[in-house]
């Protein structure tokens, strides 16, 4: 955990996710992510900056969440501890706050609503307009609902290029990847270089990408310090061999005002199409997101997956 990183200059208030994560209420992090929150699910280490809040996610509430609330008060600062219960009773939440849960909910309407009410409740620095859905219109079909834009806007093309690529594959029984990139310890980087050398060596960044990646492949600017690819009619083992090599080019760039021994750090989560918990765009995006931050919380190559029998 590495602290607020900013995004466009705002910092990002850190929510840690603990739990169970088939309790979470669908899109429940995609939410969370769209309203500018940058997630984690392991506790951080003692001298790490402790998280905004803690959300706990159970079935029903019992003595195995007990645990959870002592961890999370535990973190060396008071941080606000929230239960959100998905199938409990009518007296689960008053249970939850007996046993040391700033406040509980059962069931909440949706996601959104929820993040929505989060950040009234307690003050947290999001976006709240991103979470709005986007027109209907603004999809071809009932299958191709479109992700609305996160910190920074996306490319206006990449919508298109994704809905477009996602239907070719469904026609013609084909398979792409979509790579979400993040430049990591961005924010270090941005207080030390000021925010316009920061912002340039992010364009720098995008211009390895795009000259690192074939002509069909598609780059784009996605949120703060995070860049989209997409690869059409590529494995997951291939957009993996994509994401190896642009990192090795990101290494070996000299970027203005960094040291020869300092580039930006990248990390990468990579879904590929078909995929089984991907009948929609939005579903590719959730899957990308959440492969992202399962590679931020681990070691080695710090690519994640989102497996499928078609990697």
Known sequence: MTGHEPVNGIPRSRVLLLGDAAARPEGLERALVRAGLALDETMPAADD?????????????????????????????????????????????????????DEAVAAPPTAGEYVARLAARIGLTVDLPRL???????????????????????????DSRLRDEFERARRYA????????????????????????????????????????????????????????????????????????????????????????ERPEVTAGIVTFPHPAAARLDDLFALAEAALLRARNQSGDRIGTAESAAT
């Open 132 to 158: 709005a859905p986007r027109p209907a219109a603004a999809s071809r079909d009932s299958h191709a609902a479109v992700r609305e834009p996160l910190a920074r806007p996306q490319s206006p093309d990449l």
């Open 174 to 261: 084909l398979s792409f990847s979509l790579v979400l990139i993040g430049i990591e310890q961005f924010a270090g980087l941005s207080d030390r270089l000021g925010s316009e050398r920061a912002d340039r060596m992010l364009s720098d960044v995008g211009d390895v990408l795009r000259a690192g990646v074939r002509a069909p492949d598609f780059v784009s600017r996605y949120a703060g310090e995070e860049f989209a690819l997409l690869l059409p009619e590529t494995s997951g083992s291939g957009a993996r061999q994509s994401v190896t090599r642009v990192r090795d080019q990101v290494v070996a760039r000299a970027f203005d005002g960094l040291e020869p021994g």
């Open 49 to 101: 900056a402790p998280p905004d809040l803690v959300l706990i996610t159970v079935r029903d509430v019992d003595e195995s969440l007990r645990p959870l609330l002592d961890a999370a008060a535990g973190l060396g600062a008071p941080v606000p501890r929230l239960v959100l219960i998905a199938s409990g009773g009518p007296d689960a939440p008053a249970r939850a706050v007996a046993m040391g849960a």
